[in-house]
């Protein structure tokens, strides 16, 4: 095996550069974040609400990936987006990114509905807007479409293939949000479901890159640093039909700088192992909470009067 082996090229040594967020990141992006809502917002006092909700929203999938010793842990607030937490791992588990994921919305839904029960016994306006933009926030992540916290959770529990996964939740994702920005006349949405719909090519020629490694027998769920050569070197034959540019890049670039172009390419279609811990208890366990985050919501906001809802946004 050594022998065949050592008839392909060694693979190149990927340039890793960490890049651990700090604080100043975080803290950059909320102000362009805010700068940015209030061009179209002249309400200070409404985008502190959604930068508070969307920070405690984001805290909880950040607690939860410090606790799975998660790396390079980024926390970036994106002007019309939202936010978003990233991070890595060499291996993931289906019990740990289940719990990361939910993490997010389902505090913030409790918070919510707790606001919204206190300010409808005791009436205090700001209680009340507090609840209702958490739970309005946090249930809309729940629903079951990529990107969104909801559409992750099914594919972590119930989605072997990977890549066909994420290829039709972009597609229902983008279609559902722009068909939801038209329906409730929301340029943002369908910004929103037109910006996801440019992800539906990148997401369309990874599958068929996945599926041609499939074809080849090559398992795409592993590190860089555990492929050999011989798999690097099939794995580069194939994004490199399915990027022609790659042969162009290479006449403008030196060797060494066109390699790690390529490395970062292999790396970019590898999908870290996911260790298949998840029971069906556990399953039902998280199905159960998804959809009690949603009846609470619910709930929450079917126990208060419309109008008193109304009058606390309206009475500063």
């Given at each position: 095996?050594?022998?065949?082996?050592?008839?392909?090229?060694?693979?190149p040594?990927?340039?890793?550069?960490?890049?651990?967020?700090?604080?100043?990141?975080?803290?950059?992006?909320?102000?362009?974040?805010?700068?940015?809502?209030?061009?179209?917002?002249?309400?200070?006092?409404?985008?502190?609400?959604?930068?508070?909700?969307?920070?405690?929203?984001e805290?909880?999938?950040?607690?939860?990936?410090?606790?799975?010793?998660?790396e390079?842990?980024?926390?970036?607030?994106?002007?019309?987006?939202?936010?978003?937490?990233?991070?890595?791992?060499?291996?993931?588990?289906?019990?740990?990114?289940?719990?990361?994921?939910?993490a997010g919305?389902?505090?913030?839904i409790?918070?919510?509905?707790?606001?919204?029960l206190?300010?409808?016994?005791?009436?205090?306006?700001?209680?009340?807007?507090?609840?209702?933009?958490?739970?309005?926030?946090?249930?809309?992540?729940?629903?079951?479409?990529?990107?969104?916290?909801g559409?992750?959770?099914?594919?972590?529990?119930f989605?072997?293939?990977?890549?066909?996964?994420?290829?039709?939740?972009?597609?229902?994702s983008?279609?559902?949000?722009?068909?939801?920005?038209?329906?409730?006349?929301?340029?943002?949405?369908?910004?929103?479901g037109?910006?996801?719909?440019?992800?539906?090519?990148?997401?369309?020629?990874?599958?068929l890159?996945?599926?041609?490694?499939?074809?080849?027998?090559?398992?795409?769920?592993?590190?860089?640093d555990?492929?050999?050569?011989?798999?690097?070197?099939?794995?580069?034959?194939?994004?490199?039909?399915?990027?022609?540019?790659?042969?162009?890049?290479?006449e403008?670039?030196?060797e060494?700088?066109?390699?790690?172009?390529?490395?970062?390419?292999?790396?970019?279609?590898?999908?870290?192992?996911?260790?298949?811990?998840?029971?069906?208890?556990?399953?039902?366990?998280?199905?159960?909470?998804?959809?009690?985050?949603?009846?609470?919501?619910f709930?929450?906001?079917?126990?208060?009067d419309?109008?008193t809802?109304?009058?606390?946004?309206?009475?500063?």
């Amino acid at each position: 095996m050594e022998e065949f082996e050592q008839q392909y090229p060694q693979k190149p040594i990927l340039i890793k550069r960490k890049s651990n967020g700090h604080i100043s990141i975080t803290v950059l992006s909320m102000v362009i974040f805010a700068i940015t809502f209030s061009l179209i917002l002249d309400d200070y006092y409404l985008i502190a609400i959604l930068l508070g909700v969307l920070l405690f929203h984001e805290l909880g999938h950040f607690l939860m990936m410090k606790i799975f010793n998660y790396e390079e842990l980024n926390m970036l607030f994106i002007p019309f987006m939202g936010a978003m937490v990233s991070g890595k791992k060499n291996e993931y588990s289906q019990i740990e990114s289940s719990l990361m994921i939910i993490a997010g919305p389902l505090p913030g839904i409790i918070l919510g509905a707790s606001l919204i029960l206190y300010g409808w016994i005791q009436p205090t306006s700001f209680s009340i807007q507090l609840g209702a933009m958490l739970i309005f926030l946090n249930v809309m992540n729940l629903i079951p479409i990529d990107p969104l916290d909801g559409g992750q959770l099914m594919r972590v529990l119930f989605f072997n293939n990977y890549e066909f996964a994420q290829l039709i939740f972009n597609v229902i994702s983008s279609l559902a949000i722009a068909g939801a920005g038209l329906y409730f006349d929301s340029w943002l949405l369908i910004i929103f479901g037109l910006l996801l719909g440019f992800r539906i090519k990148n997401k369309h020629k990874l599958y068929l890159i996945r599926k041609d490694m499939k074809d080849d027998n090559i398992v795409y769920e592993s590190n860089y640093d555990d492929i050999s050569n011989r798999t690097y070197a099939k794995i580069k034959r194939i994004i490199i039909e399915h990027t022609p540019v790659l042969e162009d890049i290479k006449e403008y670039n030196e060797e060494e700088k066109y390699n790690q172009i390529v490395a970062k390419q292999v790396e970019g279609v590898l999908f870290p192992p996911t260790k298949k811990d998840a029971s069906v208890f556990f399953k039902i366990f998280m199905l159960v909470l998804w959809a009690g985050g949603i009846f609470l919501s619910f709930y929450a906001l079917m126990a208060i009067d419309f109008n008193t809802l109304v009058h606390a946004f309206q009475n500063r």
